[in-house]
């Protein structure tokens, strides 16, 4: 990021899936001319729409959205990857004297972006290749009980059923004996001032309601097809990143026949609120983040607070 852009404030709105924060993030844009960019591990990837509740082309016309469709559903993306790209669409937003708001729930991402992350070691084809063995002999249960003795801060934020990231982390371990976790907390943070907003719902039995009723809506308007059409594609598979995002893993297994519909309907809930369980411990890390409750907070409130962080930036 250019000297001539560190400086210049960003505003972060965060918060757990089905919280309202993209409807919000929207809104704050046209009110205060900003562009939206988005913080989700999921919307990056073409095709994943409606299980992810991807913001359509209508809304992306009334205000520019970026990090949305960057990659095909096979292709990786790193936290590391999220911050280079973050941070060179943070200044292009600048450079259009635009406010860049970072609207999402992928809160790794935005803790690499605000606090930096050392240069991770290279992949290690041969520790690569010994810990997908141990994967098959051992299991993935195993493999995370390691990972939690010799790493537990990452241990406890990666998901026990998440294999890509559990081998990395391991893999990380072995090649260089430093945890993953002191690699993430490394140097070079954000050089911007920036508003920590989190918009999260007060009562959570409220955000289970809302996570179930959005979850049969996506049902509704064509998941299942949309998967049947992802499974369709060239070198697809059920253990590719971006087949982990919540329902998608679910309704896989629904076509596979290992699962019936309800089944499937009641995993892809537990799923979804198991990640926004994650999500809220996460966000409770945030120390300078200003919490609003998504049931009680408009937007008038929320581009209030944001116009006074504004106007003390420009008198400071």
């Known amino acids: ?13 965060m918060g757990p899936t089905a ?15 900003g562009e939206v960019i988005s913080v989700d591990s999921a919307l990056v990837y073409r095709g994943l729409d409606i299980g ?7 809304t992306r016309a009334r205000v520019p959205h970026h990090l949305i469709d960057i990659l095909e559903p096979t292709e990786p993306y790193s936290a590391g990857q999220f911050r280079d790209d973050a941070r060179a669409c943070i200044e292009a937003v600048h450079g259009r004297g635009r406010l860049p708001l970072l609207v999402g ?24 290749a010994a810990l997908e063995a141990e994967r098959t002999e051992r299991g993935l249960t195993a493999l995370h009980a390691e990972l939690a003795r010799v790493d537990p801060q990452a241990a406890a934020r990666i998901h026990p059923n998440d294999p890509q990231r559990i081998q990395r982390a391991l893999e990380v371990w072995r090649t260089t004996g430093r945890p993953i976790s002191t690699w993430q907390a490394g140097g070079d943070p954000l050089p911007c001032p920036a508003l920590e907003v989190v918009l999260a719902p007060g009562d959570r039995t409220r955000l289970h309601v809302r996570i179930e009723e959005r979850f049969q809506r996506m049902l509704a308007h064509g998941l299942i097809g949309e998967v049947e059409a992802l499974r369709a594609r060239p070198g697809m598979h059920a253990d590719l990143p971006a087949m982990r995002a919540v329902g998608y893993r679910q309704v896989w297994q629904y076509l596979d026949g290992a699962i019936d519909y309800a089944t499937m309907v009641e995993r892809g809930v537990v799923a979804t609120r198991q990640l926004a369980k994650r999500q809220l411990t996460w966000l409770r890390r945030f120390d300078n983040a200003i919490w609003y409750d998504s049931e009680h907070t408009t937007s008038a409130d929320l581009a209030a607070r944001v116009q006074a962080f504004l106007g003390e930036q420009r008198s400071g």
Do not use: H, N
């Open 19 to 33: 919280s309202g924060k993209t409807d919000r993030g929207v809104e704050l844009a046209e009110a205060l001319d």
């Open 52 to 58: 992810t509740a991807k913001p359509d082309r209508a």
């Open 105 to 128: 729930g992928t809160m790794l991402y935005f803790r690499t972006l605000l606090t930096g992350i050392d240069s991770l070691p290279s992949a290690d084809p041969a520790v690569r």
């Open 1 to 13: 990021m250019s000297a001539a852009i560190a400086g210049r404030p960003v505003v972060l709105l």
